[in-house]
């Protein structure tokens, strides 16, 4: 640190008195060649030999002290230093880079001492090491001097196997196997130029001509040669057409030429001739992952390391492709496999901090990015992977140090050019949108227009500056301005991608996002046009793709294309494309759901319904209240009997004033769930009816309807919808219901009565609270139990085992008091808690075969956001929507626990409704509209009535309860006797019924 200030001080004091001209800004100082850099260097280093002082050197170096691509070029021309067997001559150049890194000139000096060091260390190891001598041969026999080298080139040894051969060819000109050997060699210590020499003499003389056009292939295909390199793999194949590893090598070319289908069949070619031939397995896994196909991607990896189990590129290669499908434990497992194999794998770290990000574990991911970077410091790809885990974690700062340490490493490495933007983007003013358009600006002048990967880079670097102009329109004093900046920043991203192979994806991707901008802006015609192109295109590429699952992984990213359909025809004021717009959103999310429980791609859901079977659900006392949310705007249809759908819709005004606002609205809903009632939850939900517009929705109900049918979409199935159409925020009272879609309200009309409450013959199934007694729970599972006949599941016994078993019975009402999740990111990871630790996953319980169970109860439910903004970009699948499809026909589900006693007093007081035959929806509202009522007179008296009861039977529910009244007493002399104490929404609008509409 003392030597870092002083050196800052001695360099102060140079641009003071030595230098009075401004330092020029490193953008503004033009780069040189290659060959420029080069003997600049070379100048700087002789002159230093001879003895330069500083004052000469920084004359020399001028402005190229402060150019970046000076370093750039040191650092690329280091690594190639690095890479040689140390020379002779390397360490003078290595003891005169240390002396160019005492000039102490800033990133320069440091670059050059740096590999100066490296290289010195080099060059003494390799003076320190005695080389083995190579046993001579006491003969001139030319035979005995080849099978010599064959020994040192399989030990390795490559230098000795050369000068063998050459000793060899020395004696007998004629020995073609000798120039193949000799080729090998310089081959593999990266002189393909002579090793093409050596491979031609061997051809000439005929002397396994198969092996010297395979090895001649190779070097080829090093040198980028791919055209002769697949002629030779071709003559290979002539000369033996069982050479199964030429089939390998062709398929390499293939690949590198992108003739993907002939490359996936020369390496199934080789598979077939050697099955145990794991290249061909690996060559032929790469392809297919990079075609989509990750699940035929998997089984190649798979098959390769069943036949070569320490190869950890396998474990590397099969790891990538689990993450790729999303199986991010198991993608871990092999990442640490592959680093058992080799602990310096810097490829592994990276990966595994790629899928530790995955998992929102962003910590672990900067911990193996930091050891990606010490065992390869100039590695791009770590620092733009660290600073993006930074960036999550809100490091803004940290993570743009990063992307320019890429950047500095790398000056054309796009993706850290594209990831600084979005940092920049969330930043603090000075830095914002403005300032990240302005580095995607900058990032776009970097790129070389002949890289392979150019038009992915030009067409990201676009479609983020139009993603950024996109979300801030609707907070500038001129949205339209920003809106069209967008569009023409889309509309470049597309010229940029068009015809480009391998990025039709992206070109939809971008495409949907104009569409939404076109939408923003009432460009109607704009939109249509475009969705009718997405939408083919969209066919195009699913057809292409062909693997099922790669199929549904896209259908899935598109959907968003549906849903902009749907925003255009609720927009119209023909009520028969209004109908269409129902019916498109139902068909998209039972299409959703559809895909979701099979794990399969599907073009349609049979039966689609038509508005006249949604209108089914429909009575002169019942509405539905259906949402749609897309990419662009938030519509609510409001249903009526005999009536052509209402819509309300965002984009019916510009700007959009309710979609920014929902989802900060939402993002803080994520970040800080109710957890207690500290009185903010009411101004919250007041917020929620404002953006939801709910005011205007009661409006357009008829004063004859007394039940809601409320159909959310996507994140709004977290929300207590139905406390905004409560009191205090609706002056109207009505019965609510939930339904994941229309199909599933017509689905259990049909197939579920409504059932009998007080049948004796179908018990209440209870479980108590897996991990041991808990006092609300224990009164709860008490008071329910004198209401009907009962079998319960005590703590100890509630096992996974014995819980599934109990399930098989038939219940009229199961009711689990344990802990459960709703996972916002991960639907099949939402568990119930079991004894010791067991969990019921989701999917676990939909595997199981369960008898119809009228009423499913999870009052202990809280949905986990355990990612940074989860989204659901397609449809929410939570407990209510599992329950119903193992035939439940009501499920009684919370949005969050409360661990307190009106949590006991509502489900009592909603299950002593049932028992009175009060149909589920009208009792839930009755039980909570008595809750936010309820005063502490009346509490007591409850209190009392219920301790009575339990005296006897029950001592620890009898004292639970005496001292909930005591409290009640206490709270009563200081509030009042008429206070009621569970009016906040925290107490009651979590718990709510998903089901059947009676």
């Known amino acids: 640190m003392l030597k870092s200030t002083w050196r800052w001080l001695r360099e102060l004091a140079t641009e003071l008195l030595g230098n009075p001209t401004s330092v020029p800004h490193p953008t503004e100082i033009p780069p040189l060649t290659n060959e420029g850099y080069e003997s600049l260097l070379r100048e700087l280093l002789t002159g230093l030999a001879n003895g330069w002082g500083r004052e000469r050197a920084l004359n020399v170096l001028g402005v190229r002290r402060y150019d970046p691509w000076f370093v750039s070029w040191l650092q690329r021309h280091g690594r190639q230093l690095l890479r040689q067997s140390p020379l002779p001559s390397d360490r003078a150049t290595a003891e005169q880079m240390i002396a160019l890194g005492r000039l ?101 003389l005929q002397a396994e001509v198969h092996l010297a056009h395979f090895n001649r292939g190779h070097a080829y295909l090093a040198l980028g040669e791919l055209d002769a390199a697949l002629d030779d793999f071709s003559l290979a194949m002539e000369r033996q057409p069982n050479f199964h590893p030429a089939y390998h090598g062709r398929g390499l070319v293939w690949h590198r030429l992108g003739r993907y289908r002939e490359a996936i069949a020369d390496f199934s070619q080789a598979a077939d001739l050697e099955p145990t031939y794991h290249f061909a397995y690996n060559g032929r896994g790469i392809v297919q992952a990079e075609l989509g196909n990750h699940s035929e991607a998997l089984a190649d990896f798979s098959l390769a390391l069943r036949y070569q189990p320490n190869v950890a590129d396998l474990y590397l290669n099969r790891g990538n492709t689990l993450r790729a499908l999303g199986r991010y434990q198991e993608a871990l497992t092999d990442f640490n496999q592959c680093l058992l194999v080799e602990p310096s794998f810097y490829h592994a770290y990276y990966s595994r901090g790629n899928t530790q990000a995955d998992l929102g574990e962003y910590e672990l991911a900067i911990a193996d990015y930091k050891e990606a970077l010490a065992q390869q410091p100039n590695y791009p790809a770590a620092y733009n992977g660290r600073g993006t885990a930074l960036r999550y974690l809100g490091r803004y700062n940290d993570a743009i140090a990063d992307y320019n340490a890429a950047i500095y490493t790398k000056d054309d490495f796009w993706q850290a050019w594209a990831n600084r933007g979005w940092a920049i983007f969330q930043s603090p003013p000075p830095l914002g949108a403005d300032a990240a358009i302005q580095n995607w600006e900058e990032g776009l002048g970097k790129l070389d227009p002949d890289a392979p990967d150019y038009a992915e880079a030009c067409g990201t670097m676009h479609y983020y500056k139009g993603q950024a102009a996109e979300q801030v329109a609707s907070d500038r004093d001129n949205p339209r301005q920003y809106y069209e900046q967008a569009i023409r920043s889309y509309q470049s991203a597309l010229d940029a991608l068009q015809d480009s192979p391998g990025l039709e994806e992206r070109y939809l991707e971008v495409m949907q996002h104009l569409i939404a901008a076109y939408t923003q802006i009432g460009s109607d015609l704009n939109t249509k046009n475009l969705l009718n192109i997405a939408t083919l295109l969209l066919k195009q590429i699913l057809l292409k793709a ?176 139905h406390a905004l159409f409560s009191p205090p925020l609706s002056e109207r009272e009505f019965r609510i219901a939930y339904l994941p879609s229309a199909r599933f309200g017509l689905d259990l009309d049909i197939s579920l009565p409504a059932p009998a409450y007080t049948q004796p013959q179908q018990p209440l199934l209870s479980v108590a609270h897996p991990d041991g007694y808990t006092p609300h729970n224990a009164v709860t599972l008490a008071a329910i139990a004198r209401l009907f006949p009962h079998r319960q599941i005590n703590s100890e016994d509630a096992s996974q085992e014995k819980l599934l078993q109990a399930l098989k019975t038939p219940a009229n009402i199961f009711h689990f008091s344990g802990e459960c999740q709703q996972h916002a990111s991960e639907p099949e990871r939402s568990a119930w808690q079991l004894a010791n630790g067991e969990q019921l996953t989701l999917t676990d319980f939909l595997a199981q075969d369960i008898p119809n169970v009228s009423l499913l109860c999870l009052p202990n439910c809280q949905l986990v956001t355990d990612r940074p903004k989860s989204s659901v970009p397609l449809e929410f699948v939570g407990w209510p929507t599992a329950c119903l499809w193992k035939n439940a026909t009501y499920a009684l589900v919370s949005g969050w626990p409360v661990r307190d006693l009106a949590a006991t007093l509502l489900t009592i007081q909603f299950y002593r409704l049932l028992k009175q035959a009060v149909p589920p929806a009208n009792a839930l509202a009755q039980a909570q509209q008595w809750l936010r009522q309820v005063t502490y007179r009346e509490l007591i008296g409850f209190c009392d009535e219920l301790a009575s009861d339990f005296r006897d039977r029950a001592p620890q529910c009898h004292h639970t309860l005496i001292v909930a009244r005591d409290r009640a007493v206490d709270a009563a002399e200081v509030e009042g006797s008429t206070h009621s104490p569970y009016a906040d929404p925290f107490y009651w609008a979590g718990l709510a019924l998903w089901g059947k509409v009676d």
């Open 104 to 204: 102490e000139v800033g990133e320069l000096s440091a670059t050059a001492r740096g590999y100066g060091e490296r290289l010195l260390a080099a060059c003494e190891a390799a003076a320190n090491t005695t080389p083995q001598p190579v046993r001579v041969v006491e003969s001139d026999d030319p035979l005995a001097l080849f099978e010599q080298a064959n020994e040192q080139y399989q030990a390795g040894k490559l230098d000795g196997a050369l000068a063998l051969w050459e000793q060899t060819l020395a004696l007998q000109p004629d020995f073609g196997a000798a120039y193949n050997g000799c080729g090998a060699a310089l081959y593999y210590l990266g002189r393909c130029d002579e090793a093409i020499a050596q491979f031609e003499r061997a051809i000439e």
């Open 546 to 721: 062909g693997d099922p699952a790669r199929q549904l992984a896209i259908a899935q990213k598109f959907i968003g294309l549906q849903q902009l359909r749907v925003d255009q025809l609720a927009k119209s004021v023909d009520a028969r494309q209004r109908r269409q717009a129902v019916e498109v959103a139902e068909e998209g999310k039972n299409l959703c759901l559809r895909w979701w429980r099979d794990r399969r791609y599907s073009e349609a859901t049979a039966p689609t319904l038509d508005y006249a079977q949604i209108q089914k659900l429909l009575t002169a006392n019942t509405s539905v209240i259906y949402w749609h949310i897309s990419p662009a705007a938030i519509t609510t249809f409001v249903l009526q009997a005999d009536q052509p759908p209402q819509s309300l819709s965002s984009t019916r005004h510009f700007p959009d004033p309710r979609l920014r606002r929902w989802q900060a609205w939402l993002e803080q809903w994520q970040s800080e769930p109710p957890q207690a009632p500290d009185g903010d939850l009411a101004p919250r939900l007041q917020a929620l009816a404002e953006i939801l517009d709910s005011r205007e929705i009661l409006s357009r109900i008829p004063a004859t309807v007394e039940q809601l049918i409320l159909i959310p979409h996507r994140e709004l199935h977290w929300l207590p919808l």
